[in-house]
């Protein structure tokens, strides 16, 4: 009998945590998901499942020391997942060529989260360097790299907003990638050799 108040205590205690983390960090995560994802009803999504995994994990006793760092680390993986599916599509919008006629894409950096533990480490590290080296692209190919890689829009939607020729966005998001690739190059080998 007196394990039922000590369950009942320890429920309402996690109830409390959770539910300071969640008014503590909720506005500032809202935020960072719509920067990043267009449709409100996405970012919505995108934020409960965060909310959700949050919760779960936290009522699995599974020690999540900064909190704050790992729900916004869980968002950022789940906007990458959500517009890499979208992506995956390639009817949907145009691809960008390199030199050699190949498409490249986000999904050409980042390992699989699908491939255990090292992939996800190697992913999340790759996904940070990634952030800084786009912030370092000139603006118009980190505006086209963002749109297209990020938000999934595709070439000739940009260049009906913009009035820029589908040609110079891919020249552009060709200069990016390429840039990309190489500041990205000795991290990536490093985890591609484990």
């Known amino acids: 009998m007196e394990q039922t108040p000590t369950m009942e205590w320890m429920t309402i205690e996690q109830d409390r945590r959770i539910s300071t983390v969640v008014k503590a960090e909720g506005t500032h995560l809202r935020n960072f998901i719509r920067k990043r994802v267009a449709d409100e009803a996405d970012a919505e999504d995108i934020l409960q499942e965060v909310f959700y995994e949050f919760v779960q994990t936290y009522r699995l006793m599974k020690p999540i020391e900064q909190a704050g760092a790992w729900l916004f680390r869980v968002a950022r993986n789940r906007i990458i997942d959500r517009f890499r599916k979208r992506s995956h599509d390639p009817l949907k919008s ?8 190949e498409r ?3 999904d050409d950096f980042l390992p699989s989260a699908d491939a255990g533990p090292e992939a996800i480490y190697a992913r999340t ?3 940070d360097a990634l952030e800084d080296a786009v912030e370092e692209l000139p603006e ?4 086209v790299f963002i749109a297209h890689e990020i938000e999934g829009r595709s070439f000739k939607e940009m260049a009906a907003e913009t009035g820029t020729n589908i040609n110079t966005l891919l020249a552009r998001k060709r200069y990016a990638v390429q840039y990309l690739r190489s500041r990205l190059q000795s991290i990536y080998d490093e985890f591609t050799s484990l």
């Open 104 to 106: 490249f894409s986000l």
């Open 125 to 127: 590290l790759l996904i």
């Open 94 to 101: 145009e691809q960008a060529l390199d030199e050699d006629g």
């Open 140 to 143: 118009e190919q980190r505006a």
